[in-house]
């Protein structure tokens, strides 16, 4: 009795053990993650602190400006008419420099131990992000210094995406990979939810903190990187996952290189010593143009570019936006804030449920873009009417907004970078999702740069280009939409003719 129960109770143990082992996986890197959008957003909470109007603000007794002055205040160089165009250019230095290295991350990324890259990346991170809070301790008001600190901190960001998407994809298949990466996706809304928090607390007094804090945070998360990441689950004597086919399949092919080398909590020390052998021998990476050619690369990326521009804008812009016209304070309107990516949060899970569902990742992105437009307009134009008001349509325009985005840059690249064309060669996906993250990361630049032209001609006018940006990132979808109407209706074609064929059996 004893020997026919062991198979099932040592496969419960197998299950158990391999559970919590990707489970692990999900939570630290979701945390790793958390902190690189953390350390990301204070300088948009930081931003109407920089410039704001000194006349509501009570002059200290020794203070030698005149009464009339508005700008007495300000933190130069950003007590200038130009503060805008100068908070869109350090805004642009960093989303410029990290859409740049993001091409060049992938790669690198691909190449060196993902535990090691994600140390260094956080460390570096949170550098360069206590840099910038320093030099309001140091008093330095030199455009400059800030310009070139975020350029130095857009630059090390870029090891943060690719690296973690590539360990989820080592550790999870192709099986619910969109709800379980849309519930993963939220460490980006958490990010920025905790980055505002933090950046509100000091804000008001001594904004540097809200720059020093998370630097300091994201640094300490780098060093518990360093002693407990696993990239794959072969490290620890795991079943790797099955991207493509079924479980049946794999066993009829154990020598299939999709599947991986099979590894268990039994292995002996002969097989241990093969599987690290098989796991060493891993295909060669594929190339920047070879990742180009996969079927869908393109067409996501330039969506991508139009989804980041929207999201991006809200992200660095909107607390301000809420600052100017409601006039709020510089820490009511970051808390105020937080509902978007509150709504981020939600809109990426509802996008990986229905997309697994209907197996749809195209159609699922178009349709919440189309919904999209229409909201952002009713948000400008009513949304400040009230505060119940402005919460829900904060929460909805969150949701319909960063719903694709966030699908794209985690389900869509991994589908993608473990495609059936690749044969099983799972070394793509780290640069597949650096050419998807680096071309939306394009947009990303874009948008706040732009919101910072356009808006001295009226927040309407930043509106319509978003608007307009959200339309052409559904545009793009187009064919892939139409090719899963296809596959849909010859999936409904062949399901009538197997039914046919059993009614007349």
């Known amino acids: 009795m004893r020997s026919s129960l062991a198979p099932g109770i040592w496969f419960l143990r197998a299950f158990s053990r391999d559970s919590k082992y990707r489970a692990f996986i999900l939570l630290i890197t979701f945390l790793i993650y958390t902190c690189y959008h953390m350390s990301r957003k204070p300088i948009s909470v930081v931003k109407s602190r920089l ?53 060049i991350s992938g790669i690198f990324g691909e190449r060196l131990p993902l535990r090691y890259y994600l140390t260094a990346g956080m460390l570096l991170s949170g550098l360069f992000t206590s840099l910038f809070g320093l030099g309001y301790f ?29 360990c989820v994809g080592n550790w999870f298949g192709k099986g619910k990979r969109g709800l379980i990466m849309g519930i993963w996706n939220s460490h980006t809304s ?71 080398p099979s590894c268990n909590k039994e292995s002996s020390l002969e097989s241990a010593v093969t599987c690290s052998k098989e796991a060493s021998a891993q295909p060669s990476a594929i190339s920047f143009f070879g ?27 909107l607390p301000l936006y809420i600052s100017n016209v ?30 697994d569902y209907i197996n749809g ?44 985005y966030a699908l794209i840059t985690t389900a869509v690249s991994a589908d993608l970078g473990t495609h059936k064309s690749l044969k099983g060669n799972a070394k793509a996906l780290s640069t597949v999702t650096a050419i998807i993250d680096g071309t939306g990361s394009i947009g990303a630049a874009l948008g706040p740069l732009l919101a910072g032209l356009i808006s001295p001609t009226g927040w309407n006018n930043v509106f319509y280009m978003l608007i307009a940006a959200d339309v052409l990132a559904c545009l793009l ?18 399901d009538k003719g197997s039914n046919v064929a059993l009614t007349h059996a």
């Open 361 to 404: 990742r195209a159609t699922t992105c178009c349709v919440m873009l189309i919904l999209a437009a229409p909201m952002m307009f009713l948000y400008n134009h009513v949304g400040q009417r009230g505060i119940g008001i402005s919460i829900v349509m904060l929460l909805i325009c969150g949701a319909l907004v960063n719903g694709p």
């Open 477 to 494: 979808l187009c064919r892939l939409v139409y090719k899963e109407i296809l596959a849909w209706k010859s999936s409904l074609g062949k």
């Open 190 to 260: 958490v990010g920025n939810i905790l980055g505002s928090l933090l950046a509100g607390v000091w804000v008001d007094q001594q904004w540097g903190l809200s720059f020093v804090v998370p630097g300091v945070i994201t640094a300490i998360m780098g060093i518990i990187t360093f002693f407990f990441l696993i990239e794959y689950p072969e490290d620890v004597d795991c079943s790797p996952p099955q991207h493509h086919g079924n479980p049946e399949e794999s066993q009829d092919h154990p020598e299939d290189p999709a599947n991986g």
């Open 291 to 317: 990742a180009l050619r996969i079927p869908g690369v393109v067409e996501f990326s330039l969506c991508l570019l139009f989804a980041k521009l929207v999201s991006y804008t809200f992200l660095y812009w």
């Open 326 to 355: 409601v006039h709020f304070s510089a820490k009511e309107a970051g808390d105020l804030s937080t509902l978007f990516d509150v709504g981020g949060i939600i809109g990426g899970i509802l996008a990986g449920l229905v997309s």
């Open 138 to 166: 140091w008093n330095i008001h030199v455009l400059w210094y800030f310009v070139l600190v975020q350029i130095f901190n857009g630059l090390v960001q870029t090891t943060g995406w690719p690296a973690v998407v590539s």
């Open 51 to 103: 410039h704001h109007n000194c006349s509501e603000v009570i002059q200290p007794l020794n203070s030698t400006h005149s009464l009339n002055d508005t700008t007495w205040c300000n933190w130069a160089p950003f007590d200038k008419s130009n503060y805008k165009e100068l908070l869109g250019a350090v805004d642009n230095a960093f989303l410029v420099a990290y859409a740049i290295g993001m091409f």
